[in-house]
């Protein structure tokens, strides 16, 4: 646990290869840099901050705030997320009763890729995207894609499946980070050989080596939502 952008309590779930810690827990991932659940206590507004070379993805996982990127300020609830350029300056504000949780993704966004990401803010309902399938039992909706800037991710999703659904069983192959956050409900994991419990706040990374197949099973009455992101391979 840390405390980053000088008020948000944060705790890293996954992080990208570190050659110099190679047992560091949690990095698996090869593209993305660091995905974590923070949380900004109530009354509480974080440190104006912005990076020079990292682009950021904030999600709001539970609570209602106040979002400043540059001039832009947006009112936030569940569901909104905001892709934040690299050298805007932003500040999270919580100003209700209740802790604001935010899923926050970083991506590497030097110099050469200025080209590609913006030079405003994007910020997104999920509950206002249109609604597509996959997978079987997919019900998808897009947050963010490479056409609104992304640099090293190709897809930010918000992704349910029903009660007593399956998705398709599929692998990955080599080159891909593709993530499942569980956002709400619990459900039966198939990876490879293995059945799991994925539990609200459980995070898992597909072994990209073209041979493990994954696939989310919902055991239950109630839809299952995940957060979803990912670098894909050739």
Same mark, same amino acid.
């Given at each position: 646990?840390?405390?980053?952008?000088?008020?948000?309590?944060?705790?890293?779930?996954?992080?990208?290869?570190?050659?110099?810690?190679?047992?560091?827990?949690?990095?698996?991932?090869?593209?993305?840099?660091?995905?974590?659940?923070?949380?900004?206590?109530?009354?509480?507004?974080?440190?104006?901050?912005?990076?020079?070379?990292?682009?950021?993805?904030?999600?709001?996982?539970? /609570? %209602?705030?106040?979002?400043? #990127?540059?001039?832009?300020?947006?009112? $936030?609830?569940?569901?909104? +997320?905001?892709? &934040?350029?690299?050298?805007?300056?932003?500040?999270?504000?919580?100003?209700?009763?209740?802790?604001?949780?935010?899923?926050?993704?970083?991506?590497?966004?030097?110099?050469?890729?200025?080209?590609?990401?913006?030079?405003?803010?994007?910020?997104?309902?999920?509950?206002?995207?249109?609604?597509?399938?996959?997978?079987?039992?997919?019900?998808?909706?897009?947050?963010? /894609? %490479?056409?609104?800037?992304? #640099?090293?991710?190709?897809?930010?999703? $918000?992704?349910?499946?029903? +009660?007593?659904? &399956?998705?398709?069983?599929?692998?990955?192959?080599?080159?891909?980070?593709?993530?499942?956050?569980?956002?709400?409900?619990?459900?039966?994991?198939?990876?490879?050989?293995?059945?799991?419990?994925?539990?609200?706040?459980?995070?898992?990374?597909?072994?990209?080596?073209?041979?493990?197949?994954?696939?989310?099973?919902?055991?239950?009455?109630?839809?299952?939502?995940?957060?979803?992101?990912?670098?894909?391979?050739?």
């Amino acid at each position: 646990m840390e405390i980053t952008h000088g008020a948000l309590i944060d705790r890293a779930v996954l992080t990208r290869v570190d050659p110099q810690d190679p047992l560091k827990p949690g990095a698996v991932m090869a593209y993305v840099k660091r995905f974590s659940r923070a949380v900004l206590e109530a009354g509480v507004a974080t440190t104006p901050t912005s990076h020079s070379d990292e682009q950021e993805i904030f999600y709001v996982a539970d /609570g %209602r705030g106040r979002v400043r #990127v540059g001039d832009q300020m947006q009112e $936030v609830r569940e569901g909104f +997320g905001v892709l &934040i350029p690299p050298g805007l300056e932003h500040t999270l504000f919580n100003d209700g009763d209740e802790p604001l949780e935010v899923l926050t993704l970083t991506e590497d966004a030097p110099a050469s890729a200025r080209g590609q990401t913006r030079t405003t803010a994007l910020m997104r309902d999920y509950h206002d995207q249109p609604v597509g399938m996959g997978h079987w039992s997919h019900v998808v909706r897009a947050l963010f /894609g %490479r056409e609104d800037g992304l #640099v090293a991710l190709h897809s930010v999703l $918000v992704v349910s499946i029903d +009660g007593m659904r &399956i998705a398709e069983p599929h692998p990955h192959g080599p080159g891909t980070d593709e993530v499942w956050y569980a956002l709400k409900g619990d459900s039966l994991l198939f990876l490879g050989k293995e059945l799991r419990r994925q539990c609200e706040g459980v995070a898992f990374m597909i072994p990209p080596d073209g041979q493990t197949p994954h696939a989310s099973i919902n055991d239950g009455d109630k839809p299952m939502q995940w957060f979803y992101f990912a670098h894909y391979g050739p």
